[in-house]
């Protein structure tokens, strides 16, 4: 360095271009001498003119603060000069002449005099209005997220106790309650590819539809896209006649057939149109359960429009007109069309016996590990475990396993160390996960992926098809 150049001009030159690369400003308060500099970059950030000026009694300072806000700021300066050493306030400025509103937060450090009194504050000044408006962001889906999941649980509450009521068995509740848990898990994992901007009815048709009887299911339509609530009620209609269909209609025979049309109506809505052939002879049902009511009334209601259901001799015909408020543009992320999974069925008739078999169960959600404990043990399952935590997984991999059964996610932790441990020792799993299709799942594992919600014998199924190949 020039040893005619100041050093500490030099200092403090090299100091205002470290401030300006870091997007701060500087300002020195002499509090004894009530004078107050401003750096050229902290008047950017404030409104504050920058130089030397008095500090009048620091309201100087604060002179860039929004008029509602000033008056807590003053005070939570006045006290801070008094308690601390650190000084650290946020305020908003005034609107600009667009009507926007900034967020400046000042940091600084307080030196005291001999007697203790605040001598001088000098700090530094950051526009936050990037954090403050992703901090507001991320409240609202907070609370959306808790809006959502309420409406979700109440949802799945209703559907309990309305199909408890149509049930005369504990097997038949399991069977029609899973089911329609189902097709809202279908329709909501849908929606969440798409960031809950809307889910394809062609999507739809495809996750009911696609893992019944591809030769004998088929369906047509222009691309439509449905709002949440639409998506769901559809959803869920499109399981209660596929259900029926499968129990009594057309694809209780190998012969029977089942189309599903629907296109865009005038008033900017749709119309879809379910019909049944080649199956049984159909008459019209003595006793009207759940799942005729929430053909008849529900899905109209949540489609904005009416339901209509006739049994023909022929077969069932079902026809849905939505209003135009169901449907919602394009979204701007479109997952793939839902690939074909197999029926439950397919896994093998019967019940399952995996007697002899060790199972390491790692779940996080207790409630699921003790429900797969517990089934996969009527199945004859000796479990090892159930592990919560990554940590404990890792732990019980020293013991004798046949077979896995793992959560993709532990808390927030991937499964991931887990599953390679597995494939590098030979010892088969299975994912039963939450994930979609979509990504945040497991990755890269040539195992198979039950998704939730399950049932149990499904991943018992499961387990037994991949002792069978081992």
Known sequence: MDSSVDPFSWNRQRLEQALQAAGLGAFEWDIAGDRLIISPRMGDI????????????????????????REGVEAATQAQLLLGARYEVDFRTPPDPSGQIAWVRLVGDLARGPDGAPASLVGVGQDV???????EQRLILMAELDHRVKNVLAAVQALAQQTAKGTTSLDSFLQTFSGRLKAMGSANELLTAARWRGAAIDHLAAAELGPLAPSQTRWEGPELFLT??????????????????????????????VDLRWSKARDGGFELTWTETGGPRVSAPTHRGFGSTLL???????????TTVEYRPSGVTARLRAGPAAIVDRPDTVPD??????????????AVDLRGARVLIVEDAVLLALELETGLAEAGAT??????????ALA???????????????????VTPVAEALVARGTPFVFATGYGDTGGGPQGFDAPIIRKPYDVTQVAAAVAELLRKS
């Open 46 to 69: 404030t409104g504050l003119a920058p130089g030397e000026g008095p500090a009048l009694g620091g309201a100087a300072l604060l002179q860039g603060a929004h008029l509602e806000d």
């Open 129 to 135: 209005t990037r954090e403050k408006r992703e901090e």
């Open 228 to 257: 949440p609530r639409a998506a769901n009620a559809l959803s869920l209609a499109l399981h209660e006649l596929a259900a029926n269909a499968v129990k009594f209609g057309a694809l209780s025979t190998d012969i029977g057939r």
């Open 296 to 306: 008849s009334q529900v899905t109209g209601r949540e489609l904005n429009g009416d």
């Open 337 to 350: 069309a839902p690939a074909s999974r197999p029926l439950e069925s397919d896994h093998g008739g019967g």
């Open 383 to 392: 479990i090892v475990g159930p592990a919560y935590e990554l940590e404990e």
């Open 396 to 414: 019980l991999l020293d013991q004798p396993i046949d077979v896995a059964v793992l959560d993709a996610n532990l808390n927030g932790r991937s």
